[in-house]
């Protein structure tokens, strides 16, 4: 990592890369969000050695950002280091405390206090609590389950009720943005109510059918 991080510091110096010297935090984002997701395909692709790629490229982000605050003062990679190793140990009481789990239940409901504690005991609004930068079906996924957390006692949706509403949302829908978007959120609850993930369940076909289209074309 001091090697990474020396290169890294190299490229931004007065002497180093144009391109390297010019990105901000800001300008990186892109970048951030399409290497995890590029990780996040080679995780299921069954190859250890594209995933070890993956993992690299995802690494020069935290490198890059670490070495870009570092010029700022207002962090470094020791900081992020030292931050997530703290954290690993603050919410895992039963195995470097005296808490007792009896499954993994116990274990995310502590981790949530835990969480809430280290914020002072303020609640994040709705929307901080999902990620912006996440795919649509996973953001969507992700407000259906806070959703379902927030109106205690409302009834699971089956599996059959939720395929029901996906055929009649789609029966309904207007051939508008909302109306797409309204078939796509019912899609999303019939995936949960089977315990599919959305997300990954269409990229790994949208994955599958590129593998099948032919060879090298003209780029559209």
Same mark, same amino acid.
């Given at each position: 990592?001091?090697?990474?991080?020396?290169?890294?510091?190299?490229?931004?110096?007065?002497?180093?890369?144009?391109?390297?010297?010019?990105?901000?935090?800001?300008? &990186?984002?892109?970048?951030?969000?399409?290497?995890?997701?590029?990780?996040?395909?080679?995780?299921?692709?069954?190859?250890?050695?594209?995933?070890?790629?993956? /993992?690299?490229?995802? /690494? /020069?982000?935290?490198?890059?950002?670490?070495?870009?605050?570092? #010029?700022?003062?207002?962090?470094?990679?020791?900081?992020?280091?030292?931050?997530?190793?703290?954290?690993?140990?603050?919410?895992?009481?039963?195995?470097?405390?005296?808490?007792?789990?009896?499954? =993994?239940?116990?274990?995310?409901?502590?981790?949530?206090?835990?969480?809430?504690?280290?914020?002072?005991?303020? =609640?994040?609004?709705? #929307?901080?609590?999902?990620?912006?930068?996440?795919?649509? /079906?996973?953001?969507?996924?992700?407000?259906?389950?806070?959703?379902?957390?927030?109106?205690?006692?409302?009834?699971?949706?089956?599996?059959?009720?939720?395929?029901?509403?996906?055929?009649?949302?789609?029966?309904?829908?207007?051939?508008?943005?909302?109306?797409?978007?309204?078939?796509?959120?019912? %899609? %999303?609850?019939?995936?949960?109510? %089977?315990?599919?993930?959305?997300?990954?369940?269409?990229?790994?076909?949208? &994955?599958?059918?590129?593998?099948?289209?032919?060879?090298?074309?003209?780029? =559209?």
């Amino acid at each position: 990592m001091q090697d990474l991080l020396t290169i890294m510091r190299r490229l931004r110096a007065p002497d180093g890369c144009p391109w390297d010297q010019e990105q901000t935090h800001e300008t &990186l984002r892109p970048y951030l969000l399409e290497e995890a997701a590029e990780a996040a395909d080679a995780a299921g692709s069954g190859d250890p050695a594209a995933l070890s790629d993956e /993992l690299g490229d995802v /690494l /020069l982000q935290v490198a890059f950002h670490s070495v870009i605050a570092e #010029e700022a003062g207002t962090f470094d990679y020791a900081a992020v280091e030292r931050g997530i190793v703290e954290k690993l140990v603050r919410r895992h009481p039963h195995v470097f405390g005296e808490v007792s789990v009896q499954g =993994s239940a116990d274990v995310m409901r502590n981790w949530q206090q835990i969480k809430a504690q280290e914020r002072g005991g303020q =609640s994040r609004r709705p #929307e901080d609590r999902v990620p912006a930068g996440l795919g649509a /079906l996973a953001r969507e996924a992700k407000t259906q389950k806070l959703a379902d957390a927030q109106l205690a006692g409302t009834p699971k949706v089956s599996a059959e009720q939720a395929r029901a509403a996906v055929t009649q949302a789609a029966a309904q829908a207007p051939d508008t943005a909302r109306g797409v978007a309204d078939v796509l959120a019912a %899609v %999303v609850t019939w995936a949960r109510s %089977v315990g599919v993930d959305p997300e990954l369940a269409l990229r790994d076909r949208s &994955l599958a059918t590129l593998r099948a289209l032919p060879g090298p074309g003209p780029e =559209s």
